[in-house]
T-cell receptor, first 112, second 111 residues
Framework: ETGVTQTPRHLVMGMTNKKSLKCEQH?????MYWYKQSAKKPLELMFVYSLEERVENNSVPSRFSPECPNSSHLFLHLHTLQPEDSALYLCASSHERYNEQFFGPGTRLTVL | QKEVEQNSGPLSVPEGAIASLNCTYSDRGSQSFFWYRQYSGKSPELIMF????GDKEDGRFTAQLNKASQYVSLLIRDSQPSDSATYLC???????????FGRGTSLIVHP
């Protein structure tokens, strides 16, 4: 778990707030991912960065904005969220050639 | 639409028994298969991966892959209460590095 870190671990925000989630990987991987996990639903892939190329799930609302300044850091910028965005947000990384993903501990987000 | 199907369970087995978890997938071009364990309130943890038809064993865990029938399974021998968790199946198609996850199967191992 310490190979991929996420901050904060818990976040409560109002619908008008702007906040950012941070992820850092110490594994030398070259691909990073944001997932959303809601109760009773499968993991939903939101964004992928690989070798500085971004791949996104077209169903993700524009109120979620990713940023990947380098291969070790990944951010998810949040603005004007809705209560239904409350979920566990997971960051993961992988070496593109080997595919196995390693997850961070997640950020539990509550939108009031 | 690539789909990965798992029985949501819960699957309940007594301590010491073999737990069998199954996963089917729709994309015949799938080449990489993974099993993750997720404890309640925690993030998924990779426990097994398999690329070739047949069995792959690692300690008490055995992954079985049958590409012709498009299923992958996970057997847990000598199940322990600490194995109680949700098990997620993930599949990656050839030429991709982006997985499709199933909804997960909840496993309960009772003493």
């Amino acid at each position: 778990e310490t190979g991929v870190t996420q901050t904060p671990r818990h976040l409560v925000m109002g619908m008008t707030n702007k906040k950012s989630l941070k992820c850092e990987q110490h594994l030398g991987h070259n691909a990073m991912y944001w997932y959303k996990q809601s109760a009773k639903k499968p993991l939903e892939l939101m964004f992928v960065y690989s070798l500085e190329e971004r791949v996104e799930n077209n169903s993700v609302p524009s109120r979620f904005s990713p940023e990947c300044p380098n291969s070790s850091h990944l951010f998810l910028h949040l603005h004007t969220l809705q209560p239904e965005d409350s979920a566990l947000y997971l960051c993961a990384s992988s070496h593109e050639r080997y595919n196995e993903q390693f997850f961070g501990p997640g950020t539990r987000l509550t939108v009031l | 639409q690539k789909e990965v199907e798992q029985n949501s369970g819960p699957l309940s087995v007594p301590e010491g028994a073999i737990a069998s978890l199954n996963c089917t997938y729709s994309d015949r071009g799938s080449q990489s298969f993974f099993w993750y364990r997720q404890y309640s309130g925690k993030s998924p943890e990779l426990i097994m991966f398999i690329y070739s038809n047949g069995d792959k064993e690692d300690g008490r865990f055995t992954a079985q892959l049958n590409k012709a029938s498009q299923y992958v399974s996970l057997l847990i021998r000598d199940s322990q209460p600490s194995d109680s968790a949700t098990y997620l199946c993930a599949v990656i198609s050839g030429g991709s590095y982006i997985p499709t996850f199933g909804r997960g199967t909840s496993l309960i191992v009772h003493p």
